[in-house]
């Protein structure tokens, strides 16, 4: 893939975690109560599968953000086809290991609030 | 400190007292210190000093030229039309990128004048540096107008309004002096970037209207190490003698990529021969 796509992503992503982390500040804090209240169960449960789906996108949207970036960085700082490459996959590594470990944290969040 | 012994065998014209009264007053002595690196030697670097006579006009080269003719003749420089077209004499001058004929003394405002090669390029000797990777990457860019309907018939002519004229003329002003290059921050970290001039170079024919190669050109410019890693810092626009903006062409650069890259446009086809007859009625 040509780095002006990796990049259209990195601008889509980037602005998409503006937007999901306004709206998530937004629950946290424009709940009656405000921020002490928003963590209480009852809150939380009130809203649990919109968080869920919330932080399901943010999580996809930060894994391809945060290791496309830091790819970017670290191959700016050393050059070499064996490291660049090495680079690459070890992000895409990291990247994956980080949504799927969230979204295992997410799905045991959504199921202990319904469970 | 060095000092002019005066026994220095051939005095050039110019440098000839009379003909420096014809200068004016000397307004003051300059202390020069110099980046001396010579690998011949197998030496490090050193710096060396020198008190150099200005007078009003007095450029950063002349003072280097009478260093060399007078104080030290193993003081390497390159330089050629010391009217700021060659594009040969950039260094770095009080920290600041600049062409040493074009940079008169005086305006420096300063007692001691520091002198060093262009950064990001191998040291040859002195202030002389190593522009082959510099234009290996002009070269990737293909610097010229490119048409697969190639036509050397001098009955022909490549059309093109004012206005698209405009959309590159600025870049047409690029001496490839590497003065950009060498103040670029990416290029002082990402050896493979391509740097701002040649990525200027390839707006310039990107956005000639008779050029057909934009796409092979993207292909270059759109790799990890070429438009991305530019970060707009500006110090290449900031230092150009010639008031070209290579930051914009990048930036420009980025949004066609962008845009390609989401649309799948192409860009619309170079313009068409057109024959002169038409413009011009026979007589």
Redesign the interface.
């Known amino acids: 893939m040509?780095?002006?796509?990796?990049?259209?992503l990195q601008?889509i992503t980037g602005s998409g975690i503006l937007v999901l982390g306004a709206m998530h500040f937004a629950l946290l804090t424009l709940q009656p109560g405000g921020l002490p209240t928003s963590l209480q169960y009852s809150s939380v449960k009130s809203v649990y599968l919109a968080y869920g789906l919330l932080f399901e996108l943010l999580l996809v949207l930060l894994s391809f953000h945060v290791f496309n970036g830091f790819r970017?960085v670290l191959?700016?700082?050393h050059?070499g086809r064996t490291y660049?490459k090495a680079v690459s996959w070890l992000m895409l590594l990291g990247g994956s290991v980080t949504f799927i470990w969230g979204t295992l944290t997410i799905l045991v969040f959504i199921l202990g609030v319904t469970g | 400190m060095s000092q002019d012994k005066g026994d220095v065998p051939i005095v050039p014209l110019h440098f000839d007292p009379k003909v420096m009264e014809g200068l004016g007053k000397r307004i003051r002595d300059v202390s020069f210190r110099v980046f001396r690196f010579d690998p011949a030697k197998g030496e490090g670097v050193r710096y060396s000093d020198y008190a150099v006579p200005i007078f009003k006009g007095t450029t950063v080269l002349d003072a280097l030229l009478y260093i060399k003719e007078r104080l030290d003749p193993s003081l390497s420089i390159r330089y050629s039309c010391r009217m700021a077209v060659c594009g040969s004499c950039g260094m770095v001058i009080n920290g600041k990128e600049m062409l040493a004929c074009k940079t008169q003394v005086e305006n420096l405002g300063k007692d001691k004048v520091v002198v060093r090669p262009m950064n990001n390029m191998p040291v040859t000797r002195d202030l002389v540096t190593d522009f082959s990777v510099f234009f290996e990457k002009h070269r990737s860019m293909l610097p010229y107008i490119v048409r697969e309907d190639v036509d050397l018939n001098l009955n022909r002519e490549y059309m093109q309004k004012p206005d698209e004229v405009i959309d590159f003329l600025m870049f047409s002003n690029c001496i490839k002096c590497g003065l950009c290059y060498s103040a670029c921050p990416t290029n002082a970290t990402d050896e493979a970037f391509l740097g701002p001039m040649a990525m200027g170079q390839a707006y310039r024919y990107i956005a000639d209207t008779r050029d057909g190669a934009q796409n092979k050109r993207m292909e270059v410019l759109d790799s990890r190490h070429g438009l991305w890693n530019c970060h707009f810092a500006g110090t290449c626009s900031d230092v150009c003698p010639k008031g070209v903006d290579p930051a914009f062409a990048i930036q420009q650069l980025k949004a066609l990529a962008i845009w390609k890259a989401g649309t799948l446009k192409k860009k619309k086809p170079a313009a068409n021969v057109v024959q002169i007859r038409e413009l011009v009625p026979e007589r």
Request: proline residues 0%; glycine residues 0%.
């Open positions: 040509r780095e002006s796509r990796f990049m259209l601008y970017k191959i700016e700082l050059q660049e």
